[in-house]
């Protein structure tokens, strides 16, 4: 009777994962179901959402189960939209999720584990073709001895049988400070032997610092939207915490957000900042005008350039010539570093780029931009200037421009949102040769690359963004020029990256490009500092019955179900590895298998 029990317990349970899997296949359920009334069971097929993801790397799709947190009175019915802004219950706020007994948890593992034995017929997931379940990860409430945190299961196959599981099991504890508590090589692979009753073992080390985050500055964190984050893989660990040698395997992880002031482009993202203001206005009707950095008003500053050009008629002839040579003997002079080259201005700006670089600084109103435009358009009608620009400008002021050579202007209404798409367009246009000036200028990729992003011929907010994505670009590019000091031989593939990227996929601060590197070249980054993640793997065995036992260092907690000891531990101990020895939580991997006969 108590065989039944248990097959029909498994019966039930696998009939659930086999409906939820198969729906989630047809793409039909995404959200959580619970099981049981008090199991929370979910099927994760997002790497980047994976809980696991820092510990453990296996199948695509995965079954996370925990514990169902009870709904309160009035969440009953409640759902996002229905949400008012002043409820006390908010999506946003989630709740940390919650553990089950290790008891429980084994159970749900034992049934995971009938459910694809081919032995036990009365199953239904033994008929043909049996469906294979992702494997089941199941969170632990550490109530055992050895503080299990995570159990899991996963099939093995050969072919498309199953023939037998991949038991894991995750133990975690921590923080701790010093090496004298933590396990020492030899005897992790006397442990693995033992447990594995293996004769001989291989290891692999995996090592993983942070080059780029935040900043701490008289005691105060300075948090940074961007993050360089290195990973080290390589074979044959010779002790615990081992630096990575230089011939390991690297690979940077890059993620930048535009607007850290630290940017040596700052200054270029204010000027895109401006020009999304204006196409913001342009579509919605309403501009929320900055504050002006200039302390002459716009109509005096462009009043200004009208009667400097007045004074001094060749001086557009003249002047980018000079300021060109400028330039280069400015990069020269620092062995052509980009940041330097990029940093100073364009020396060629034409009168409709220095009109805009005028007015984004100066203009705090929608009068301001009529009446500035005003005066350049009546000096371009009486014959008052004849400025220069550049050939293949495409905005309607530049059209103007070019008209007023002859003397013969077409009639521009400077009324409703006419004067903003005017200036739209200008600010577009000397981004533009910006963006190039950089990118090309410094060989990074061809003109027909950038086509994509700099076409005028798409709607004008679909520029914007376009110009967004190459900003983006830059910042990642220069960032990684400037902190790094990556040469031209790693910021070109980068740049190829980042512009097929940005070709297919929308604009994304939160994406993270990755570029292969040797270790030497960013060695003075890392080889005096403390890892944020350490780990060694130790294995035994071929193929299908290799097994292994990972064993782990991380700054932070690796699970978030469980709660831990945090010791009063000097501030300067714990920010960016600065103190001698950092906190670790250690974290234990084992496996275990079971074969069908």
């Not at 009063?568 to 084992?590: K, L």
Request: hydrophobic fraction near 35%; aromatic fraction near 10%; proline fraction near 5%.
């Amino acid at each position: 009777m108590k065989k039944n029990g248990i097959t029909a317990a498994t019966g039930e349970f696998q009939k659930f994962l086999i409906a939820y899997y198969q729906d989630g296949q047809k793409g039909e359920l995404k959200q959580p179901l619970v099981y049981e009334s008090d199991i929370h069971v979910q099927l994760v097929n997002d790497e980047g959402k994976n809980p696991l993801r820092c510990i453990w790397s296996g199948s695509k799709s995965v079954f996370i189960i925990e514990k169902a947190i009870p709904k309160l009175e009035n969440e009953e019915e409640t759902t996002e939209d229905s949400i008012s802004p002043d409820s006390k219950f908010h999506f946003k706020e989630a709740r940390a999720p919650m553990p089950l007994a290790v008891m429980k948890a084994r159970q749900l593992i034992s049934w995971y584990t009938m459910a694809h034995n081919p032995n036990m017929p009365q199953l239904v997931n033994a008929s043909s073709p049996a469906v294979v379940l992702p494997p089941v990860w199941v969170r632990c409430d550490s109530s055992d001895p050895e503080g299990t945190c995570w159990l899991g299961a996963e099939t093995i196959r050969t072919d498309s049988k199953v023939t037998g599981i991949n038991f894991h099991s995750v133990t975690c504890k921590g923080p701790v400070i010093g090496k004298a508590s933590f396990i020492n090589l030899d005897e992790l692979k006397k442990a693995h032997k033992g447990r594995h009753h293996s004769s001989t073992v291989t290891t692999k080390g995996y090592a993983q610092y942070d080059l780029f985050g935040s900043t701490v500055v008289e005691s105060s964190i300075i948090e940074s939207q961007s993050s360089v984050v290195v990973d080290f893989t390589w074979n044959n660990v010779e002790n615990i915490l081992q630096t990575p040698p230089l011939t390991s395997a690297a690979t940077l992880n890059i993620k930048v957000g535009s607007g850290d002031q630290r940017s040596p482009v700052y200054h270029l993202y204010k000027e895109l900042e401006f020009l999304i203001v204006l196409a913001e206005g342009l579509k919605t009707g309403e501009t929320d005008w900055p504050e002006p950095l200039e302390t002459k008003t716009a109509v005096e500053l462009v009043r200004a350039l009208i009667e400097d050009l007045k004074n001094k008629f060749d001086v557009y002839q003249k002047q980018p010539a000079k300021e060109s040579e400028k330039i280069k003997s400015d990069a020269a002079s620092v062995e052509g570093s980009i940041q330097t080259a990029f940093v100073t201005d364009r020396g060629d700006l034409d009168f409709a780029e220095q009109l805009w670089s005028r007015m984004r600084r100066s203009v705090a109103s929608y009068r301001d931009v009529v009446d500035s435009l005003t005066l350049v358009i009546q000096a371009l009608k009486f014959g008052d200037i004849q400025p220069w620009i550049h050939r293949g400008s495409s905005s309607s002021l530049s059209k103007l421009i070019q008209q007023s050579y002859h003397g013969n202007m077409d009639n521009f209404s400077l009324t409703g949102l006419a004067p903003i798409r005017m200036l739209l367009e200008v600010g577009l246009d000397k981004m533009r040769k910006d963006y190039i000036n950089y990118f090309i200028g410094q060989e990074l990729t061809t003109l027909n690359y950038l086509d994509y992003f700099l076409s005028s011929s798409v709607d004008v907010q679909e520029q914007v963004q376009r110009l967004k994505k190459l900003h983006h670009m830059l910042e990642i590019v220069v960032n990684c020029n400037a902190f790094l000091n990556l040469a031209h031989e790693h910021l070109f593939p980068l740049t190829q990256s980042c512009l097929q990227f940005y070709k297919k996929h929308p604009y994304s601060e939160e994406h993270v490009f990755h570029l292969q590197i040797r270790p030497s070249v960013i060695s003075s980054f890392y080889q005096n500092e403390h890892p944020q993640t350490w780990r060694v793997e130790v294995s035994s065995g071929h193929g299908q019955k290799e097994v292994k036992t990972t064993w782990q260092l991380s700054g932070m907690a690796p699970v978030e179900h469980v709660g831990f000891d945090i010791p009063d531990i000097p501030f300067e101990t714990t920010i960016n590895g600065e103190g001698e020895e950092p906190a670790y939580f250690t974290t234990m991997i084992s496996c275990s298998q079971v074969h069908f006969m």
